[in-house]
């Protein structure tokens, strides 16, 4: 039999601008009895990683641009927040009603570039931006707790998405640091000796959504979760790999 | 701390037309010394759910219509295997070079309508076909579970697919029983009161992913999973809501 584990740490404090996030999540999982091993790997909300990193802006500092303006008609979104959204994109993918999908400064195609509103104190006025360079977040908090600790970890950073063609969101990977982002089955045999031509698992991005089952809607304040017991491959790639590029996109 | 167990069973037999799915879960299990527990989320590959209920079909026997060798011209496939694929769709969504996207009669959006060669005794001429109902196959294996044991469980039809705009494939549910699909968090307040407007997670396509991570690709012969810990409400909702209808996609 195989056994993993899906940890959820419980009461963790609330995030701020410039606080330790390594330091914190080394210290709640000691209060929540969990000794963290070689081989976890630590899949860390994008929301407290943002606001660690104070990527959080005032609407009321924002003055829309022409742009801005234009798009807010077209898809009902308050101008500044619509603002905002421009200045971490490369370009408008799809602006319609209720939608903004762009492509992200880091290649995430999504909606309002990841841009959002919930789980910041000071509300509705307030939103938090993706971190700046994820995966150099993530390989941040694994280098310090490789150095802390003494252990190697991989730590993936995680955000909600929906999905084309998909009812629902999920959450996927950002930022991954330590961890090979794909399972490459691509060359391998079947249990019939059948050569798998196309199967290569986008492994980061499922760990980012087995993390959600224990993660809760931020209410319930479970930002860090630990899997143990995968065996996994060390790597140094990105998560931005998971970003098709456009030459392959079916659906335009 | 929250704890949920994800737990692959080994050493499963080889499926065959008839055999009794439910029957064979119940037996690995004990020798896998798992005893199945009251909210236990059984995720099952589609694959082996296909072979028990003989959804197999060797392409020799297929002769290939008009549209299916067109659209082999087009997309470089075999013929035989365009002909079964059209037999199980809707309609044709996309067709290019090295791609045969359809709507399944399931409506499910993907390659090839599901139906692959790999994992099949007999090889290359011999595919499956997705479950002709999977939430039905689910059902069956849940009620069998309750009537043999006498406990309650959710079941999961899991596959592997590839996604728009994102690299790599990962497992979703086409089947699902006796659990809700969807956690919905809209309506629900974060952490600081704001009412969110728009999360609701595909808990089911998490649930198979998470699953998926101990899976393996065939080779190592784990088809069923145990998920365990998690609080669920049950349902008696159908995977087929987890498909976006077409007046709700953004790209075409």
């Known amino acids: 039999m195989i056994r993993l584990e899906i940890l959820g740490l419980s009461n963790f404090p609330e995030i701020k601008p410039g606080d330790d996030l390594c330091k914190i999540i080394i210290s709640v999982a000691e209060k929540n009895n969990i ?3 070689d081989k976890d790997i630590i899949v860390i909300a994008q929301k407290i990683v943002s606001k660690a990193e104070n990527r959080i802006v005032n609407l009321n500092n924002i003055k829309p641009s022409k742009r801005a303006l234009e798009l807010s008609r077209i898809t009902g979104k308050d101008p500044r927040f619509v603002e905002v959204i421009l200045r971490e994109s490369k370009r408008v993918i799809k602006a319609v009603r209720g939608h903004l999908i762009v492509e992200t400064k880091h290649g995430i195609v999504c909606a309002n570039a990841g841009i959002d509103r919930s789980n910041v104190a000071g509300r509705r006025d307030i939103v938090t931006l993706l971190p700046e360079d994820s995966d150099r977040s993530a390989d941040n908090i694994r280098q310090c707790i490789k150095k802390l600790l003494g252990i190697d970890v991989a730590v993936i950073i995680s955000d909600t998405y929906g999905r084309p063609l998909r009812m629902g969101h999920i959450d996927m990977a950002i930022g991954v640091s330590g961890i ?9 045999t079947d249990m019939y000796g059948y050569v798998l031509r196309v199967k290569r698992i986008a492994l980061a991005d ?6 959600e089952l224990v993660m809760g809607n931020g209410a319930e304040r479970i930002p860090v979760v630990i899997i143990r017991g995968l065996k996994y491959k060390v790597s140094n790639n990105k998560a931005s790999i998971l970003n098709m590029p456009e030459r392959k996109w079916l659906f335009k």
Do not use: H, I, P
């Open 180 to 188: 090979e982002v794909f399972k490459d089955y691509r060359g391998t």
């Open 206 to 211: 499922e760990l980012a959504s087995a993390a």
């Open 35 to 37: 000794k963290l091993m």
